[in-house]
Each structure stands twice: as C-alpha cells, then as structure tokens.
C-alpha cells in the first residue's frame, strides 16, 4: 500500500508534518525523514528544552530544504529564522508585532476549524490555513469532524490556500482529491509511517 508521503507526491499537494509530544515521536527524527520541499509545524509547547530544540531543528531543516515554522511564538521562530504558526485562538488576537512581521514577508499559516478562522488566517495575509478536523482523529477524539461536503464547501471559498488536518493518512487522502487544497497535514500517520523505516 502507498504511503501518505507517496501519495501526497502523487496528487501534487504539500506535505505537511505537526509535531506532537505524545502521538508524534522526536521531532529530529520525523525531520530528517520527510522528502525535501516537506513543510514541519514544530509544536512541543511544554518541551523543556523547546528553544535548544527548534534550534537543531532549524538546521536540520535548512539543510534538507525543508519549510520549518515555530508554533505559537513569535520570538522564537525570529530567533531560529522560521516561519510563524498560529494556532486557532492566538489567531484571534494578533498583535501589531506579527502584522510588522509579516509585512516584512515573515511566512506564516494559521489553524481554522471553520468560516470564521479561515476568514481571519486570510485577513492576516497567511500564506495557508491548516483547516481542520476532516475526518475523525485520534488527537481529538470528542470533536466532530468537518466532514467532506463541508471541507469542500469551507475550500471553495476560503479566499487563501488550504491544508487539510485531522484524520489524515494513506486511505483518507484519496478521498480528498478534486477539492482544491494545497496540501495535507498529519501528527500521527507521519509519524507511525517512517518509524519504521
């Protein structure tokens, strides 16, 4: 069976791994498996470590050519030279320092989980939305997916790139072909994928 990262390549859409301290393993490893042009959203937020971290990672990125951003903190991810991610509620309140910022060309994508988000990652000037969830997920088992009329209607109209997150993985992503988006994004799938490798 193809792989997600196969797949991805097929169907001509970015690929894009989120880090996660419980369901995605250490991030180094996850970075230094994903093909070259690969997007890594490093979140660790309680990584007690997290600053010496994005450092490495940020090399390590830099090095294979892939797209490195820095979750919800903006002073790190201008220190690693990194893109910015803004999660759904930091979104809602940006700050002046972040319209400067990417003003100045500063790359960034923001998280939607619906109308309202992706009309704000738009009003921002964010490069993607990650919109999420499509399909159920085992990171957040309570919520209720979007589901495909939906995500496809939220595409259509969304006014900026769109990523799909949330229950993907080799046998979801086929049925996401024909939408629209720019690409898909996974915690786990990537993850459970190269450990074995």
Known sequence: MA?????????????VAVTDETRGGDPLI?????????????????A?????????????????????MVAGDLDLALRVRAGLHLPDGV??????RLRLWKRRGGRLTA????????SRAAGLGADAALLSPVFATHSHPGAKPLGLLTFRRLVKDAGLPVVALGGIDAASVR???????????????????HAGT
Do not use: E
């Open 91 to 96: 979104a809602a309140r940006p700050s002046p």
């Open 175 to 193: 049925q996401l072909g024909g939408i629209g988006i720019a690409g898909v994004a996974a915690i786990g799938a990537l993850g459970q994928q």
């Open 48 to 68: 007690p470590n997290r600053a010496a971290l994005a450092m490495k990672l940020a090399v390590l990125c830099r090095n294979k050519r892939l797209t490195l």
């Open 3 to 15: 792989s997600l990262t196969d797949l991805a390549r097929r169907l001509k859409l970015a690929l």
């Open 30 to 46: 996850l970075a230094a498996r994903l093909p070259k042009g690969s997007m890594l959203i490093f979140r660790h937020y309680d």
């Open 111 to 118: 998280a939607a989980h619906d109308r309202r988000g992706l």
